[in-house]
């Protein structure tokens, strides 16, 4: 569905009041006396098993059930929840399971919007893999009727790093002064090609290569950092402009192997934001540009390079003048915070969210507007044309 064709209906006038937090006391879970959550995930590749073993160290989280059309991925996410889960094909016959009180779905991007809204009718709380939703269709469809008793967390795990939260307090109580723009890459070296062991699998494994399942680059990357730049600034983007192609990889796959986007936010503020597969230097980095320094962030650390004097060498640090200020070359200041991995309290932030009925930090809210951010860049690289966000778009 075109942009210009998307229409926000009036039920996402009061999506605010849904993803508030609910005032219901702490939830019954289908009438077990502990606070054991069941879940059941849907969708056991790479990374809903790399979710498996984490779910595994968290108390009162318990995998139950394992869904995946493959049956040599169903095969690996069963044997990573230690032989306790039940064996699924086709998730609608999980959502039946009336002991699975929640599903983590780690599905195909083209299948998150149907699968998640079939989760909600039945009653499941859902944690919904990034990006949320394909399409502005897609989104909407989400959005529609969310039951006010269900949480639904997106799954932008940075959004529950410790690490995370604390430099964006920083940003905004003022550490990086007024901020100009942000500059942000997730490069990499490689095809992002799977093993395929027969070519009918070729689109199931390497759905990512294809426009009709996937967002690319941008769904499946840029965007975890798409979703910083969203919570840092508490706004959405304006417009985007951006170029990609298949300029390397000549496999015929459809999705772009490198794209180059530039966001641009109320008050003047400048997004860029980089996916190479051909060159991995730096890897992974986030840089918060503003008029008193640079925070710059990686997957687990963060450097703050001040702006004016140069604190490289003496300043005054902990009341103690003519101390060493600590630094790192060519970052700056480290700033040292204690961390989980982000995915294991993401995992952890949805249990207490589920438990105590609170919002997540990572919401239905939060994961629509970073959702209609990719979708504008798909459309702007695909079309070749500055797309603006549509202001009849209504979160509130």
């Known amino acids: 569905m075109k942009r210009r064709d998307f229409m926000v209906k009036s039920s996402m006038a009061s999506l605010a009041l849904a993803s508030s937090s609910l005032a219901f006391g702490k939830l019954n879970f289908n009438g077990r006396a502990n606070d054991t959550i069941n879940i059941g995930v849907i969708g056991t590749g790479n990374r809903g098993n790399g979710m498996i073993p984490l779910i595994n160290e968290i108390p009162n989280l318990n995998v139950i059930a394992c869904c995946d059309i493959l049956p040599s991925h169903l095969e690996k996410g069963l044997k990573r929840a230690d032989g306790k889960a039940r064996s699924y094909s086709d998730y609608r016959e999980l959502l039946e399971n009336k002991d699975v009180d929640a599903v983590l779905i780690a599905t195909p991007f083209s299948t998150h919007s149907q699968i998640g809204r079939d989760s909600l009718q039945v009653g499941k709380h859902v944690y919904g893999e990034k990006t949320l939703a394909k399409g502005y269709d897609g989104i909407e469809n989400l959005l529609q009727d969310m039951p006010s008793n269900l949480i639904f967390q997106t799954g932008h795990q940075y959004h529950s790093s410790r690490l995370y939260t604390h430099v964006v307090d920083l940003i905004k109580n003022g550490k990086v002064g007024e901020i100009s723009s942000f500059e942000c890459q997730w490069n990499r070296h490689g095809n992002w090609r799977r093993p395929v062991p027969s070519p009918e699998l070729e689109k199931l494994i390497n759905w990512r290569m294809y ?70 230097k730096d890897d992974y980095q986030i840089k918060v540009i503003g008029s008193k320094g640079t925070l710059i962030l990686d997957y687990t650390h963060a450097w703050f390079y001040p702006e004016g004097l140069d604190n490289r060498k003496k300043g005054e640090v902990d009341g103690v003048s003519g101390a ?73």
């Open 211 to 280: 426009r009709e399942y996937s967002g690319g680059l941008v769904a499946e990357l840029c965007s975890h950092q798409i979703d910083f730049v969203n919570w840092v600034l508490d706004a959405t983007p304006e417009q985007v402009m951006g170029v990609g192609g298949i300029d390397y990889w000549k496999d015929g796959r459809e999705t772009y192997d490198n794209i180059h986007l530039i966001y641009s936010y109320p008050g003047g503020v400048e997004a860029k934001f980089t996916c190479l597969t051909t060159n991995s």
């Open 324 to 396: 060493t200020i600590p630094w790192e070359e060519g970052k700056g200041i480290p700033i040292q915070v204690d961390h989980l991995n982000p995915s294991k309290q993401a995992l952890i932030d949805f249990r207490n969210s589920i438990t105590n009925n609170t919002t997540p930090l990572s919401s239905l809210v939060t994961g629509a507007k970073t959702a209609v951010a990719v979708q504008m860049a798909l459309d702007a690289m695909l079309d070749n044309e500055i797309v603006k966000w549509n202001k009849d778009f209504s979160f509130s």
